[in-house]
């Protein structure tokens, strides 16, 4: 029998709560996680006909037992996912990250003489700035010309921790790219071509450097064993705690200018 899924709501003591139950030929238990894009849900498994009601049951009390972490990590995820600027909504006053930190855009028309759009990082009293002056000539949106700074940015960070990690590790990539994947930070191929996303430039240079040092490990040895996570340790001990800032701010990053 093949895994399929169903709509739940339950009335909580802190109110109701909508969720996804998916049914499982492989569970044997009952599951919880919370997904950045479809929110609550619980994995049972496939039983017999005429239990469904006792599962039912089964997962309201589950779910009433674990309330108050749900209501916490989904009030963290909104707040999370309330930085993100889609690329139709920037204006000026506009908040999004770079290097980690929130920064408020400030869009302005460049002077007659201005021939290139330019950005500029500006300290401010309460949050840092990015100044975008847009050229007159520029036929770019202001998001086109924000989001090309940022990959020039992203290009820069990506290489000074290659240059840093590249030779402790002893290793050469054959080519470095970057691009916008929607599922993966990075990349690496037996053929030593590693590529990333340059949205790690949002994210905490922690975070971008343990990519780096993720995917150089990877022309050392190919996959994820104990030989593997050892030589990631060896040049960033706290990789986990960058990987698990990635996977929480995943949706925000990826919904930043897109």
Known sequence: MRAFETSARVNLPGGPLAYTVRHSPRARRLRLVIDPRRGVVVTVPIVRRGSGRAIEAAVEGFLR???AWLRGHL????????MAVPAAELTSGSVLRFRGEPHQVRIEAGAPSLRRSTISRVGGDETDEL???LAVRDRRPADAVLRAWLIERARGAIEREIARHAAALDVTPAAVSLRDPRTRWGSATRTGRLSFSWRLVLAPPEALETVVVHELAHLRVFGHGPEFWAVVASRRPDHAAW???LREHSLELHATLA
């Open 65 to 67: 037992q674990r309330e």
């Open 75 to 82: 009030a963290r995820q909104a707040s999370v996912q309330a």
């Open 131 to 133: 100044v975008v002056r």
């Open 243 to 245: 990987r698990r800032w």
